[in-house]
């Protein structure tokens, strides 16, 4: 050996144990702060870029051992800043990890050089995205395995310097003595021999550098199998995951309430607004009134009107006929009653005189028919009594039928009245129920109207605040409907998750939110977990982020004290951080 000192700390060619540095250069605030996310901070260093040229600039100051760039950007894009990274000899072999949704076009920008290895989906899983690290990213040697080694190796490395010094200094001096010319008075050294110092030099700079390389390899390799023995045996070894960034929007509990006139009062205006922006309602409060109020109570009242009307028609057929009505009926048939009687009597009397009559025109008859027998009286004479006897005769007939015709007649109107009577005075159940269907009717009709009446009264449907005013006084209310309102008391965060790492959230988790508009962080828990996939609606600032992600809504409920801090905030976005580890 040629150097027997042992090396200091500060001397050790290989650093001791340290984190890894992560360099993120994207133009999404959302991507960056998810990458910070997830990656340990126990093993990682995470820097940030906005831009291609805070890329380069940050790149020279923090020297970082993997590089995340992202091929779309405003300005440099990730091909020129990975073209001027790869031009400086200091990260002409950093890994270099370029995003994009864009594999083809970056494959065929970045030409058959680029390594598809540090390439990644930015659609594809955060869990492939680690797995690329653990991939790419060179190995950590731990400090307390490999201290005696690397004192060791430090101290061959110093003896190796010391040797090439020494023969540097050689060579100096025989530069020196063929600058003075002594060089053919110097015994020691013949020409030819001179010749070969040259060639010995240079075979021991190469030597000197090989073992150096291969101490290096040597040990480096050792104290990772030491330290990492499953990396050597099988696959990259999976980051954990620990947090999950992404977009939301700040909403009240059970969302914004936007408050609106019925379908069928389309059109309508409002006559009266009883609220202004800030206001506290409660559930039930009139906070509107449309101008069709006026004549919709109108016709509630002339509704109300009508059952008085059917009430009073009912109560009507119940009680029958006027009792004036039914006594001259009564007295129709009592009268019937005495004409039939003394009509009878009457006729009768005439059918026995008659009668009579008749038995006088029958003796007469009989004598004067002896007598022209006898030839005592002459034939007119007996004509004359047999004319009238037939006379009598006939006279009889004629008031007997006239008896039964009065009888006959008399007793059908007396029936006749009876009948009249009787449906006077009584009361059909079939008549009571159409009275009883129409107050039903009216009644119906009635609270229909009340009903459309009580439409043109807009009420609160909940408590809570009024957030804005979007229909004034005399305005048609438009599809953005009379007023928004929210429980702004309890506030909530909904964040979009993507569908990759939805699996890792569950209900309970802390998360916390951070947004420019406003200094703290809020704290909350993840309250529910959306059922279905939906595409992204809340976006990067960044005109040409992604926007077409399918993304899982989560409901973050905020605790009372950061409730309290954004209660007038609604919508505004926010950038979430759910913590997955419980540790």
């Not at 007996?382 to 037939?390: A, G, I, P, S």
């Amino acid at each position: 050996m040629l150097h027997n000192s042992k090396p200091s700390a500060q001397d050790h060619p290989f650093p001791l144990v340290r984190k890894s540095r992560i360099l993120v250069i994207d133009d999404s605030l959302l991507l960056r702060k998810q990458l910070s996310a997830q990656l340990p901070s126990d093993r990682f260093e995470v820097y940030e870029a906005e831009n291609g040229s805070a890329g380069l600039a940050k790149a020279a100051e923090t020297n970082p051992d993997l590089i995340l760039l992202d091929y779309v950007m405003p300005g440099m894009d990730g091909y020129e800043v990975y073209q001027s990274l790869r031009a400086q000899e200091q990260f002409r072999n950093t890994p270099i990890i370029v995003m994009s949704g864009r594999h083809d076009e970056v494959v065929e920008k970045f030409g058959p050089l680029f390594d598809n290895y540090n390439f990644w989906l930015k659609q594809a899983s955060q869990d492939q995205l680690r797995d690329r690290i653990n991939a790419v990213l060179p190995m950590t040697v731990s400090g307390s395995e490999t201290e005696n080694t690397q004192t060791s190796v430090n101290v061959e490395v110093q003896d190796i310097a010391a040797f090439m010094s020494h023969l540097g200094q050689l060579e100096n001096q025989l530069t020196e003595k063929n600058g003075q010319r002594h060089t053919l008075s110097n015994p020691e050294i013949s020409p030819r021999r001179r010749r070969w110092i040259p060639i010995l030099l240079i075979a021991a700079g190469v030597s000197a550098i090989a073992t150096l390389g291969f101490y290096s390899f040597t040990l480096l390799r050792s104290a990772s199998q030491k330290s990492s023995p499953q990396i050597a045996s099988g696959p990259p070894t999976t980051l954990p995951l620990k947090n999950i960034a992404a977009l939301g929007r700040l909403e009240p509990q059970g969302e914004i309430t936007r408050l609106s006139a019925p379908n069928s009062l389309e059109g309508s205006r409002i006559d009266q607004l009883l609220i202004k922006e800030g206001d506290l309602v409660k559930a039930g409060q009139v906070v509107a009134i449309l101008d069709s109020q006026t004549s919709r109570l109108r016709a509630w009242r002339q509704a109300q009107s009508n059952i008085v009307t059917a009430q009073a028609r009912l109560a009507k057929v119940k009680a029958g006929a006027k009792s004036g009505e039914i006594n001259a009926q009564k007295a129709n048939i009592l009268r019937l009653t005495a004409d039939l009687n003394g009509g009878v009597a009457t006729q009768e009397a005439e059918i026995a005189r008659i009668e009579a009559e008749l038995g006088n025109a029958q003796v007469d008859y009989e004598r004067y028919r002896q007598l022209y027998s006898e030839g005592a009286v002459s034939k007119a004479e007996f004509d004359n009594r047999q004319l009238k006897l037939e006379t009598v005769q006939n006279q009889l007939s004629a008031a007997q039928a006239t008896l039964k015709r009065l009888i006959t007649t008399v007793q059908a109107q007396k029936k006749e009245a009876q009948a009249t009577l009787g449906s006077i005075e009584e009361v059909r159940p079939v008549d009571v129920e159409v009275a009883q269907a129409e107050v039903t009717s009216a009644i119906v009709a009635a609270e229909k109207a009340k009903a459309d009446l009580d439409l043109t009264y807009i009420c609160a449907p909940i408590n809570g605040n009024v957030l804005e005013v979007n229909t004034r006084p005399g305005e048609v209310i438009s599809n953005e409907g009379i007023a928004n309102i929210g429980r702004t008391d309890r506030m909530y965060v909904v964040a979009e998750i993507y569908e990759t790492d939805i699996k890792n959230i569950r209900a309970g988790q802390n998360v916390t939110v951070t947004s420019d508009a406003f200094a703290d962080k809020l704290s909350g828990k993840v309250d529910r977990v959306g059922l279905q996939v939906k595409r992204q609606g809340v976006f990067d600032v960044n005109p040409l982020a992604k926007t077409d992600y399918k993304v899982v809504e989560v409901k973050v409920r905020l605790d009372a004290p950061s409730s309290q801090k954004v209660a007038g905030l609604s919508n505004l976005q926010v950038q979430v951080v759910i913590q997955t580890d419980p540790s």
